[in-house]
């Protein structure tokens, strides 16, 4: 990611906010924004490093303070059905509820609040940088946006109110209620996958695979637009069963309609002995979804015709991309223009 901001500034400035969704526990704090729900004693920090019980008080210590900033077409986060072809000012900041071993982004995620590259950007200051920049929206992305949640919250409230949309781009661990508010500001969310299987969590990610999944249900039944990401790891996740079974719940829990996007592993933080995801096993993750009704079923980090979307119903080639460029738009007002049927999206 390349940053709009060279150089850091006027930290001292920039006042820690009392965060939300904590209760008394104990006699220490427990944060319910995330499903670790971690009891925090006095002058500690959560898993996520982030959130600081001080005098009985839990502080969000990153609150306006993001570590990287850039606009990104929305196809990169990847959301292929919502706002297509335009630009959003993405933020990420530091820490990580996760400890992804193949992280891709682990220079921010598996950072604190001593790293050097650190911004001061005001929730107030954040819609006019949108329209400065072009961009149609913001998107928390790069690291874990539930962990600035406060952050995030502000200024996607200010940003929904100068009519520009906000997107999450998640692992998919917040807890329902957190949830439920965000709602009103934040409207998409691209939530990672990143396997079928408890141990996967367990021994790649230090997380359970339940709750992903109910926040995925939540978060459809709540009306955020929902697509998916599985990254494809050779040996880790890329069981043609496992694909299946994700496949089929899909199609169950979340609906056909949703777009999920299969991505393709490069060596990357503690996983760097795994080999990139042979495009065969791409190939076969892409038929065993479309065999289980998916509509949509995408190929990420890869040159493939399958970044391109096509009418469900005729065939017809709707958009076509290539990488996170639209080469060809040929939706008419949300509709197949041959067949007019509906292309499930927003802001097509
Ligand atoms: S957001 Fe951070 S402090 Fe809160 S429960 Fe999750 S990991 Fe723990």
Redesign the pocket.
């Known amino acids: 990611m390349c940053s709009i901001f060279k150089s850091t500034s006027g930290l001292q400035s920039v006042s820690e906010r009392e ?1 939300m ?2 209760s008394p526990f104990k006699g220490m704090l ?9 009891p ?1 004693p006095e002058g500690k ?7 600081q019980n001080r005098k009985n008080k ?1 502080y969000a210590l990153s609150y306006g303070k993001p570590a990287a900033i850039a606009v990104d077409p929305i196809e990169k986060k990847p959301l292929f059905h919502f706002y297509p072809g335009t630009g959003v000012l993405s933020f990420g900041g530091v ?1 990580c ?1 996760f400890r992804c071993q193949h992280c891709q982004n682990w220079d921010i995620s598996q950072a604190d609040l001593s790293f050097s590259y650190l911004k001061h950007v005001p929730p107030e200051n954040i819609p006019a940088l949108a329209k400065k920049y072009g961009a149609k929206g913001v998107a928390w992305t790069y690291n874990e946006p ?2 600035w ?1 406060e952050y995030t919250y502000d200024s996607s409230k200010l940003v929904k109110r100068e009519g520009m949309y906000s997107v999450y781009v998640t692992n998919g ?1 917040m807890e329902e209620e957190p949830m439920k508010e965000l709602r009103k500001y934040v409207d998409a969310m691209n939530i990672d996958v990143k396997a079928f299987t408890e141990e996967f969590y367990r021994k790649i990610v230090g997380a359970k695979l339940q709750p992903v999944l109910d926040h995925v249900v939540a978060a459809k039944e709540l009306g955020y637009h929902v697509e998916l990401t599985y990254l494809i790891i050779p040996g880790q996740n890329d069981d043609p069963g496992e694909i299946e079974r994700f496949s089929r719940w899909v199609a169950e829990y979340v609906g056909t309609e949703t777009p999920v996007h299969f991505s393709r592993f490069h060596p990357d933080y503690r996983m760097t002995n795994v080999r990139p995801t042979p495009y065969t096993t791409m190939m076969k993750a892409y038929e065993t979804a479309k065999k289980e009704g998916l509509e949509y079923v995408y190929l990420g980090n890869m040159i493939t015709d399958k970044e391109n979307t096509y009418c469900p119903e005729c065939g017809e080639l709707l958009i076509e991309r290539q990488g996170f460029s639209i080469t060809k738009y040929n939706i008419k007002k949300g509709k197949c223009p041959k067949c007019g049927h509906r292309i499930h999206g927003v802001g097509l």
Request: with cysteine.
């Open positions: 965060a969704f904590y427990r944060c319910e924004l995330c499903s670790h729900r971690c925090i920090v959560g898993i996520c490093g982030v959130r839990l820490g509820n539930t962990i949640y661990y």
